[in-house]
């Protein structure tokens, strides 16, 4: 069964850096691509960023480019994923969720089969 627990979220100011983590436990994930999706409120969730199981495919969403950066730590049955955030705006502020699925995703149409309960991220201004 596929766990994704995400922690590192937290109330930062503009303009400062944050790192999100997710432990990915489960009989396959280690070779799942795995990617975050963040929801604004009263907005839909929207993709942010996803990784290839070789961590050779990256992809982002727009507003993100060039700021933040998704990496993975692979280990036989535990598999970390970062996403690193910097020149953070309030524009940011949302719960954060861990994905992962059988295939390589990106867009907002992606769906994912196994998402995490998220982490809030708030950016003052």
């Known amino acids: 069964q596929v766990q994704l627990v995400e922690s590192g979220g937290g109330l930062v100011q503009a303009g400062d850096a944050l790192t999100l983590s997710c432990a990915a436990s489960g009989p396959t994930v280690s070779r799942d691509p795995m990617g975050w999706f963040r929801q604004a409120p009263g907005n839909e969730r929207k993709f942010v960023a996803s990784?290839?199981?070789?961590?050779?495919?990256?992809?982002?969403a727009d507003s993100v480019k060039g700021r933040f950066t998704i990496s993975r730590d692979m280990a036989e049955n535990t598999d970390m994923v970062y996403l690193h955030m910097n020149n953070l705006k309030p524009e940011d502020t949302a719960v954060y969720y861990c994905?992962?699925?059988?295939?390589?995703?990106?867009?907002?149409?992606?769906?994912?089969?196994?998402w995490g309960r998220g982490t809030q991220v708030t950016v003052s201004s």
């Open positions: 994905v992962t699925d059988g295939f390589l995703g990106k867009g907002d149409a992606w769906s994912p089969t196994y």
């Open positions: 990784i290839s199981f070789t961590a050779n495919s990256r992809y982002y």
